[in-house]
């Protein structure tokens, strides 16, 4: 039997996270296994009057290219790819996986090269989507391999992913309208903020954010979704920051990470397993040793960590931040083909200072500074 | 075992149907559930040094699309659907069915405005491939649903596939050369006849093919492959054809067809089963009466007929006639939205005459 939750997801993600209109075209790349939610977005897309086009990917046929390419291949740019990005009017990604170690023998820097090429496409869609001409959006599907990999059963797991986008709220596209309301609050109180300090167990680091917009997200980009971020003026961030938990990469887990940033560089970084792959990716190009982005997740749905980012960056009471591509509606000059966020929990007392000033103690924002970002059902 | 049958494929079709070379894009056009066989494709061609652009495709999604898509979304053709007519150098189609009824209950008109909007990206794709920019290969593999119709097991039906493919010879491109070999024979005769005359049971037959070039079907277009093909004269055939296998056309079934020519078209038709169908199809158009193809099939691998006709007019000692569209590179000129071919089986007392002088016996080329 058909789960009606994929149905009510597929909606809500083509109605309020893409908000189709008649005409565009949408571009729905899922592996092959997403198959239930793949054919109701397509439903969606088309009771919208919307024109979906599928790009489907089989992990397997990929380890296979990742594997045996040469450098020219590696680097072979689809003119496909190239002509999506410039004409596409909205492009949902949905993550899933038969087995997310499909490609952990693959060679990090063969990887590297890959995404290097997958850049300038990338950067159009980044672009494109800052002039509002192209909504984006990334999923997860519930399956097996995800599941696995956060300790749960297949049924649990979807209950997780359902709750953790709000699905099993009678109204959950008005919950996510007010959810909005209030992180575009916390937003605009941010953007007068020009320096911030984030403190937690081995963790003491300053960022520069004067002049950039902090954005509320709030299941556009990415659903489900909770968190309030931006672009760290590139070259003031300075100390030290430790993650909680294992940074990810294309299914390799770098354990228990450690970076020293210097004039707003990594200047040294340490791991307690992966370290190799930390500093490979780290030296990918110029922008890659950079922050792109410094965010502070807010989804109190969303209360443990599961191994897949889309996920864990939004776990209420939780900082993150990702080296690399910065999103240019921030203000981030930051350019780089990576973007490798990692996160650190904040709920055994961590502390953020805003221009010496405290706003967040413990997980939360406190009551004086932001209002209250409990789960609508709570 | 399965990774060695679809390794040995793909090296097949990408090393002798394709020639696929370095640097060489190459679209690949598949429904998901040949995973495994793409796993092996896509090892090939990235040996080979080509770049694969692999598009799975979900036969749910075909049919929600056909089922739910208003005329204007049926018929928007994107830059991105036209550019990816003009950028492979080799087009790779897998046909492999999940359920081989899977649009019987999408509106029939559906299908029609989809493909006329997507003519002009067909026409431009063949119009490359007319002039050598590109070349496609259309591979069959076995599936549940296709055991399934072919009334067979699934091991049966995969070694039934396999051995059409020539997979179980010692060196399966050394097969193949050798059957292009013998239809260039084959063509070669047929190549001197002028009025080609068909006489089996039930079935006596007569064609003109004077100055219409024939065709060898050795394996590049199609896996399995191994037929010869041209167009009859329009309005030279006469006498009459018992299509011995069931005949499948977009879903429906006609069995036991009989066919009555006169001056080329078809003056009287009946079936034992889906004989209504059969004469709305005649009268689609003009050129529906009229024969488009007469083939001979020479795949001696192929010996039963599995309700797939890309397969069934390929069976060595049978003979296949086309009503409908016919092929301009053999100088057909015959035009129709139809284009259905049906088999005729020779292997028991079938005779073929070229001008009058027997030159097949039991549908064996003497």
Redesign the interface.
């Known amino acids: 039997m058909t789960d009606q939750r994929v149905e009510r997801l597929a909606k809500l993600l083509v109605g309020y996270s893409l908000n189709l209109q008649e ?1 565009q ?1 949408v571009n729905i790349s899922a592996p ?1 296994i997403a ?1 239930p939610l ?2 109701e977005l ?2 969606a897309a ?2 919208a ?10 992990e ?2 990929d ?3 990742l594997s ?3 450098e020219e ?1 590696l680097r ?1 740019v ?3 790819v190239t ?2 990005a410039e ?2 009017d909205a492009r949902i990604s949905v993550i899933a996986s038969w087995n997310t170690r499909e490609l952990s023998d693959v060679d990090p820097s063969r990887m590297a090269a890959r995404s290097d090429a997958a850049g300038p496409a990338l950067q159009t869609i980044m672009e494109r989507a800052a002039r509002g001409e192209i909504n984006w959006c990334v999923t997860a599907f519930p399956c097996n391999a995800l599941a696995q990999d956060a300790d749960m059963s297949l049924a649990d797991y979807e209950d997780f992913v359902y709750r953790a986008g709000w699905m099993h709220l009678a109204d959950p596209v008005a919950a996510w309208r007010s959810f909005a309301d209030k992180l575009n609050q916390i937003a605009v109180r941010l953007s007068d903020v020009k320096t911030l300090r984030m403190v937690a167990e081995d963790t003491d680091l300053t960022l520069g954010v004067a002049g950039r917009e902090w954005k509320g997200s709030y299941g556009t980009h990415n659903f489900p979704d909770g968190e309030v971020f931006t672009g760290p003026v590139e070259g003031e961030t300075s100390g030290d920051v430790r993650f909680t938990f294992p940074a990810i990469y294309s299914g390799r887990e770098v354990e228990d990470v450690r970076l020293r940033f210097e004039g707003g560089r990594v200047v040294k970084s340490e791991a307690v397993a992966g370290g190799d792959l930390l500093a490979q990716m780290l030296a990918m190009d110029d922008g890659a040793s950079v922050l792109g982005e410094f965010a502070v997740g807010t989804n109190y749905g969303i209360e443990r960590f599961t191994k897949q980012i889309l996920f864990d960056e939004k776990i209420g009471g939780t900082v993150h931040m990702a080296v690399g591509a910065g999103y240019p509606e921030t203000g981030s000059v930051n350019r780089s083909a990576l973007h490798w966020d990692m996160v650190c929990d904040m709920r055994g007392g961590g502390e953020i200072y805003a221009d010496g000033e405290l706003i967040y103690s413990a997980g939360r924002f406190l009551p004086e500074f932001a209002p209250d970002l409990s789960p609508p059902d709570a | 075992m399965s990774d060695d049958v679809h390794s040995r494929l793909a090296a097949l079709v990408c090393r002798y149907s394709l020639e696929v070379e370095k640097g060489h894009v190459v679209l690949v056009e598949s429904p998901a559930v040949a995973q495994p066989f793409l796993v092996a494709l896509v090892a090939e061609l990235t040996d080979l040094g080509a770049h694969t652009l692999l598009f799975p495709s979900l036969e749910s999604v075909e049919t929600v699309i056909l089922s739910e898509a208003s005329r204007a979304q049926l018929e928007r053709v994107t830059p991105v659907d036209e550019l990816a007519v003009e950028v492979p150098d080799r087009a790779i189609s897998i046909w492999c069915e999940s359920n081989t009824r899977r649009l019987s209950g999408v509106p029939a008109g559906n299908q029609a405005i989809e493909r006329a909007a997507r003519r002009a990206l067909y026409d431009r794709f063949f119009e490359r491939a007319a002039a050598g920019e590109l070349r496609w290969c259309g591979i069959t593999l076995p599936s549940d649903a296709q055991a399934q119709e072919a009334g067979m097991a699934q091991a049966d039906y995969r070694r039934f596939v396999y051995d059409a493919c020539k997979l179980g010879e010692p060196d399966p491109v050394a097969a193949w050369r050798e059957q292009a070999a013998r239809q260039d024979a084959v063509v070669a005769r047929l190549g001197q006849v002028s009025s080609l005359r068909i006489v089996a049971e039930g079935t006596d037959l007569t064609v003109d093919v004077s100055a219409r070039p024939w065709i060898s079907a050795d394996g590049r277009e199609n896996m399995p492959d191994g037929e010869v093909y041209t167009s009859p004269h329009e309005l030279a055939t006469e006498g009459h054809i018992a299509i011995t296998f069931d005949a499948p056309f977009n879903g429906r079934m006609v069995s036991g067809a009989r066919l009555w020519f006169e001056k080329g078209r078809v003056v009287r038709s009946e079936a034992e089963r889906g004989a209504a169908y059969l004469q709305e199809m005649l009268a689609v158009d003009d050129g529906a009466s009229l024969l488009g193809e007469v083939a001979f099939g020479l795949n001696a691998q192929i010996t039963r007929a599995t309700r797939n006709v890309g397969l069934d007019e390929k069976i060595g000692g049978t003979c296949h006639v086309a009503l409908g569209r016919a092929f301009p590179e053999s100088g057909g000129t015959n035009a129709s939205s139809l284009h259905w071919d049906m088999v005729c089986d020779l292997r028991s007392g079938g005779q073929v005459y070229g001008d009058g002088e027997l030159i097949a016996r039991d549908g064996v080329f003497l």
């Not at chain 1, 024109?51 to 489907?56: G, K």
């Open positions: 005409g075209v092959v198959e793949v054919v397509v439903r088309l009771a009057g919307a024109v979906p086009r599928i790009r489907l990917a089989v397997s046929a380890h296979a290219f045996r390419a040469s291949q072979w689809s003119p496909l002509r999506e004409t596409l």
